[in-house]
């Protein structure tokens, strides 16, 4: 109200001269803005690439780097370029994306041989990558289970967080980390899981859980997949990280296959950004089980009245990469070859690590770096001594503690072992 | 197997289709050899196939060259060259708005992205969650604004009986409308209708809303594609930021480069001073971050390759221009054959309206006539794509125009 008395007051009291006059004089309408904050995980690279110094490393945000430290594109990437460039239209996509890359891609969340797939119960569209994938569902939630909530876990990728606020779903946690044993809190997991209301709506990592490198093993993933069965909850898995984190497609989709094997209707976000190196394409995919081919074409329809009035249609250029992989037998075998080497270096790189902190006579316990799986590691620094890494040794990550594995190179390996020892010896 | 638990969403009913990217889904299911997609606003050549710009394959072979070229993320708002670059083309090369570094600019998911962004910020950071949108708009107008946290009225725009400008009424509903409202503008080549304000009228639009604190949002999806002339079609815009005031300005490069499915566009935000643009900027991010994080590399380094490269650039005006140009014959091939037929009623608006639609007047059961027996598919509300017609198929729709004309109340 003051503002709007105060703006009608400078509208009239001005003369009834130039309008032009009238509108230089105006303040701004933006001048209450504040500046927003940095986001803590794309902030570090910003940061990063500010640092003169030439011993800098990076292991912030999570892109894969290869043995030099160079970002990578795959062969099969170039390849499938090679063979798109200049020969189609690019005449929109429908709402829901490309039909052949949605298609190839839920054979790999569901199985080459999925019977949801072949019964058509599966509503599916093409995402903007994982966010995209995530921020669709928030608001097909926040629309047609108005009343639900969604359980995340502590710690997530803290997007997570800003993607269902936006989608006004309001949000409660469970256990996940242990920070005493750098692993999974299990019994307060399941605690939380029984605890919830019946029918509540869980966010889960489907593999290389981020920020923690932390996942249930198979016979976890059965009790929790049994408990959500017992309370009817529906599980909502973020696939980012599918055949990155043991190297195996297959392998990394277990949880999902279990959940699937007991009969839930999932809800599934998958990306292809660290998988096939697609990272500023933006191309994934949002799919939701339903209970027959007629609720699928229905949820399908109004997964697409979400998009329409945020994007209209998705990008077509890395939908037509992962379909042309996808859909090439070579191709995809020449995928699969180079998913599985990014995965390997990662998990050599963390064997390097742990044992050259080891050797370095560290009075602490580093079995957490090979005990964890994925694109990070969940190093249980203090933000205190992450600072001390940046401002001393010139080290970006984010202040969680959280290392970026793909960041560690044999040739910065020994001098981040050394920082992380200086600064963590006295602990 | 196991057994299927009841869905969630079990009740759950399947969503209309779109109105407008439903008739292509319509048309395809056609067999009928003669049918004809005057729906959804792509452009089509003369022999009616769709059109990837000379200029648009040469970066792209560009890029596919270029070894060290990576796939990694942008930055949240987007890539930096191709900011600047749309920048200065929506408000002049020479734009003092520019060099005094007072605009936002980021990139954005084509016009829909641009726009949707700019409604979330206005929601979380203006006092004034009410936007005007003119009478008719494109249909996804509504839904954008309403989804991103606005409520949505309207204004008069379209007088049926003149198939012009209502002017009058356009000044009336701008008047009334309370102080700081929004206001959303179709810089040039208004959609659906084609019908747009002389520079007078803008002249006088702007007048009224600057002395009434209206804030204008201009969407600006036919840059070039209306008049042939890329500094022609931004006059409305750089009417409003010459006088100093702040605005939005939506831009998307589907049409006017061909980019369709890559999804680009860019939206700036002219402010007061610098230190409110790069405020607003940061606040811009949050907004996108939980949207998509970054947006897609592949069509903004297409068009910062051809709008850094002055060869390029002058050839891509040339080929807006041949586009423009065949739209307007297009325009002039209709008004004809309609003369020609003795169709009744002034068609001359055909050729007045601008862009890549006309609004024919045709009502819902003329058009519903026209598909059956026909096989035009077009939307309800009588729009027509011009870009979809060819001196081949101008006497077909002429044939149905007549016909539902005289046949069809």
């Not at chain 1, 869980?202 to 093993?217: Q, R």
């Not at chain 2, 007088?159 to 701008?174: K, N, V, W, Y």
Request: glycine content about 8%.
């Amino acid at each position: 109200m003051a503002i709007r008395t105060a703006i009608t007051r400078r509208i009239t009291s001005s003369s009834s001269g130039s309008i032009l006059f009238n509108s230089r004089s105006m303040s701004s309408w933006w001048g209450n803005v504040q500046p927003a904050p940095k986001d803590p995980i794309l902030g570090v690279t910003e940061a990063f690439l500010a640092d003169p110094s030439p011993d800098k490393v990076n292991v912030g945000v999570g892109a894969y780097r290869d043995d030099n430290g160079k970002p990578v594109v795959l062969d099969c990437v170039r390849e499938a370029e090679r063979r798109i460039a200049g020969n189609l239209n690019m005449e929109y996509l429908p709402m829901g994306g490309s039909n052949k890359m949605v298609e190839e891609t839920l054979k790999l969340a569901y199985g080459e041989n999925s019977d949801l797939i072949k019964d058509k119960r599966i509503a599916a569209i093409q995402a903007l990558s994982g966010t995209g994938a995530c921020r669709i569902f928030a608001d097909f939630q926040k629309r047609f289970s108005p009343v639900s909530q969604i359980y995340i876990p502590v710690p997530t990728w803290s997007n997570h967080h800003n993607i269902w606020r936006d989608a006004n779903v309001p949000q409660r946690t469970f256990h996940y980390y242990h920070p005493e044993s750098k692993g999974l809190d299990f019994a307060l997991l399941m605690d939380d899981v029984k605890n919830a209301p019946n029918g509540s709506f869980f966010l889960l990592h489907a593999c290389a859980h981020n920020p923690t490198g932390v996942d249930p093993t198979v016979e976890q993933w059965k009790e929790i997949s049994y408990q959500f069965k017992v309370k009817g909850h529906f599980a909502f898995f973020d696939m980012a990280y599918q055949g990155f984190a043991s190297g195996d497609p297959e392998r990394d989709a277990k949880s999902i296959r279990i959940f699937l094997e007991d009969g839930h209707l999932i809800g599934c976000s998958q990306s292809y950004a660290k998988n096939m190196g697609l990272y500023g394409q933006r191309v994934g995919c949002l799919s939701l089980v339903c209970e027959d081919e007629k609720q699928a074409v229905a949820v399908k329809s109004q997964l697409q009245q979400l998009a329409r009035p945020m994007y209209s249609n998705p990008p077509v250029h890395g939908a037509l990469i992962v379909s042309t992989i996808l859909s090439d037998p070579d191709l995809k075998q020449l995928w699969l070859k180079e998913v599985k080497g990014m995965a390997d270096r990662i998990i050599g790189m963390r064997t390097s690590l742990r044992e050259n902190i080891e050797k370095l006579g560290s009075p602490l316990s580093w079995e957490h770096i090979t005990n964890q799986i994925g694109m990070f590691c969940y190093s249980g620094m203090t933000p205190e001594q992450v600072d001390r890494l940046t401002k001393e040794f010139h080290i970006y990550m984010t202040r969680n503690g959280r290392i970026s594995m793909a960041g560690v190179t044999s040739g910065n390996v020994e001098y981040l072992a050394k920082a992380i020892h200086e600064v963590t010896k006295a602990a | 197997m196991s057994d299927h638990s009841t869905s969630v969403f079990a009740q759950i009913a399947r969503a209309p289709e779109d109105p407008i990217l439903g008739v292509t889904v319509a048309y395809n299911k056609d067999s009928d050899p003669s049918k004809l997609n005057l729906g959804v606003g792509a452009y089509r050549t003369e022999e009616g196939k769709p059109l990837v710009l000379n200029v648009v394959r040469q970066a792209e072979q560009k890029l596919v060259n270029d070894p060290s070229r990576v796939k990694e993320y942008l930055p949240i708002v987007g890539l930096a060259d191709f900011n600047k670059c749309s920048a200065k083309l929506i408000f002049g090369a020479d734009s003092p708005a520019i060099q005094e570094n007072i605009v936002a600019t980021v990139q954005c998911l084509s016009g829909t992205g641009s726009l949707r962004v700019g409604g979330e910020f206005l929601a979380k950071h203006y006092y004034e969650k009410t936007v005007y949108i003119p009478s008719p708009t494109w249909g996804n107008h509504p839904k954008i604004f309403t989804l991103a946290g606005l409520s949505v009225k309207t204004y008069r725009y379209y007088d049926p009986a003149t198939r012009g400008l209502d002017f009058q009424g356009l000044l009336e509903d701008l008047g009334n409308a309370p102080t700081g409202a929004i206001v959303l503008l179709h810089a040039c080549a208004h959609n659906p209708t084609g019908v747009d304000p002389t520079l007078d009228q803008w002249d006088q639009i702007r007048k009224l809303m600057r002395s009434k604190g209206l804030l204008p949002f201009f969407d600006s999806a036919y840059q070039g594609f209306a008049s042939g002339s890329l500094d022609a079609d931004a006059q409305s815009i750089r009417m409003f930021v010459a006088d100093g005031g702040e605005c939005f300005a939506a831009q998307s490069y589907a049409k006017n480069m061909g980019l369709y499915a890559e999804r680009v566009g860019a939206l700036s935000i002219v402010c007061k001073t610098a230190d409110v643009a790069s405020r607003v900027e940061s606040q811009l991010k949050l907004v996108i971050r939980p949207m998509y994080s970054n947006p897609p590399l592949h069509g903004a380094s297409i068009v910062a390759t051809i709008l850094k490269d002055s060869n390029l650039y002058n050839e891509w005006t040339v080929e807006l221009k041949a586009m423009a140009d065949r739209i307007i014959s297009m325009r002039k091939q209709l008004l004809e054959a309609l003369q020609a037929r003795g169709t009744p009623g002034d068609w001359t608006h055909i050729i007045k309206q601008i862009g890549m639609f006309t609004f024919t007047g045709l009502n819902a059961e003329q058009v519903a006539f026209m598909t059956r027996e026909y096989h035009i598919y077009m939307t309800s509300d009588g729009r027509i794509s011009m870009a979809g017609l060819s001196s081949k198929t101008v006497p077909h729709l002429a044939d149905a125009m007549h016909a539902a004309v005289t046949g069809v109340a």
